[in-house]
Each structure stands twice: as structure tokens, then as C-alpha cells.
């Protein structure tokens, strides 16, 4: 049962504009809920991340926001980049956790070209 | 920021062959250090969390038996693929959280391409 899911298997966008992932999950236990970024062979690195208290948090060209109530998350970045080919993956976490585990989803390729 | 060092990156080997892979956290210490499974194009599993002096917790579905973890130690945890075979062959991704930092992120290792052949 996939408790996190990124809809889109990959998005395309061209350098300058806009890129918005997303992602719907449905844990209503989820607290904070990440962005990782990914290279081929690579381990995921950490982007971005976002508080269930919170719905917009901000770091330089990433944006997060979160709609609860929707259940609902994206990743705004802008504006994109060559070198943010990558695959994105979102992850949550529930509340109260004391082990951490995260659940992810299965990702978008995003691809940015010149 | 936090360093996670997984190694080897990539191993092939013949079937039968048991595999251990090693997940050190360079500069925090990690109570817990979770374990992956990557398919190719598809999400990471979680396999198993690792959890320092005491026995790891397998998801479902995993054997315990097949795949053989230890965390020894606060910034050491292996992870051993027993009698591999063609099937187990997979990207092996390692994660830690700082024992001192609750609501930080975890770190990932560049995890390990391994190649039964």
C-alpha cells in the first residue's frame, strides 16, 4: 500500500521556467514530509523539507507547500536548471516516530534542457 | 552537514557468494540507520531499520535470514546478503539519523550497485 505517491513519473521543463512536483499522500499521521534529489548511482541527497505546522517553507530557489487538508505537497523550483536533472522523490514521516522511518514515493524524473 | 559512507559501491559476484555491505556515519552518531532496496524506475524500499545493540526489525516480506544485519556500534551498521543469487542482485541503499538531531533529515550513502552473476 503506497502511502506516499508522485503521480508523475517524470516532468520536462525548460531552463528558466518552473518546475512543480508533486505529491499526494494519505496518512493523515504524517508530520513532516521531505524532498530528496537523486542521481543515477547515487544516494539520495537531502533538498528540502517541510513541518506539518507549517504550508510554505522556503530555501533559495526550492519552495515547499504543503495543503493539509488536501493532503497534498509540491516542490517549486525556479528557476530550473540544467543541473536539476534528477530524480525527486517525496518522503513522510508520522508524528511521533522515535525510529524516524521515512515512506517514500516512487519519484519523477525531472528533466530541465536548454 | 552529516557524511553517510557506504561501501563497496559496486560488487559483482558469482551466485552462493555471501555479500556484506557497510553503512559509517563519519561525523554523527546513529542510533538507528535504515536499510533500502532500489528496482530500477522504482521507489526505495525500506527493507529492515537497523538499530544499534539490539536485533534489527525486518519489514515484511524481507527474510531475516537472507539478509543478515548488524549495528555494532553508533556509527557502523552491515548489512550481509546471504548465498546471493541473480534475484538479489539490486541497488543497496543505506540511511542514518543523528542520534542528537530528532528532527533532522536522514542522510543517505551512495549505495551499492550489487551483481549476481
Known amino acids: 500500500d503506497q502511502q506516499v505517491k508522485q503521480n508523475s513519473p517524470s516532468l520536462s521543463v525548460q531552463e528558466g521556467r518552473i518546475s512543480i512536483l508533486n505529491c499526494d499522500y494519505t496518512n493523515s499521521m504524517f508530520d513532516y514530509f521531505l524532498w530528496y534529489k537523486k542521481y543515477p548511482a547515487e544516494g539520495p541527497t537531502f533538498l528540502i523539507s517541510?513541518?506539518?505546522?507549517?504550508d510554505k517553507n522556503e530555501d533559495g530557489r526550492f519552495t515547499v507547500f504543503l495543503n493539509k487538508s488536501a493532503k497534498h505537497l509540491s516542490l517549486h523550483i525556479v528557476p530550473s536548471q540544467p543541473g536539476d536533472s534528477a530524480v525527486y522523490f517525496c518522503a513522510a514521516r508520522v508524528g511521533g516516530s522515535t525510529l524516524g522511518r521515512l515512506y517514500f514515493g516512487r519519484g519523477t524524473q525531472l528533466t530541465v534542457w536548454p | 552537514g552529516a557524511v553517510v559512507s557506504q561501501h563497496p559501491s559496486w560488487v559483482i559476484c558469482k551466485s552462493g557468494t555471501s555479500v556484506k555491505i557497510e553503512c559509517r556515519s563519519l561525523d554523527f552518531q546513529a542510533t538507528t540507520m535504515f536499510w533500502y532496496r532500489q528496482f530500477p524506475k522504482q521507489s526505495l524500499m525500506l527493507m529492515a531499520t537497523?538499530?544499534?545493540?539490539?536485533?534489527?526489525?525486518?519489514e515484511q516480506g524481507v527474510e531475516k535470514d537472507k539478509f543478515l544485519i548488524n549495528h555494532a556500534s553508533l556509527t557502523l551498521s552491515t548489512l550481509t546478503v546471504t548465498s546471493a543469487h541473480p534475484e538479489d542482485s539490486s541497488f543497496y541503499i543505506c540511511s542514518a539519523r543523528d542520534r542528537g538531531a530528532w528532527n533532522q533529515p536522514q542522510h543517505f550513502g551512495d549505495g551499492t550497485r550489487l551483481s549476481i552473476l
Open positions: 517541510i513541518s506539518s505546522i507549517k
Open positions: 537497523s538499530n544499534e545493540g539490539s536485533k534489527a526489525t525486518y
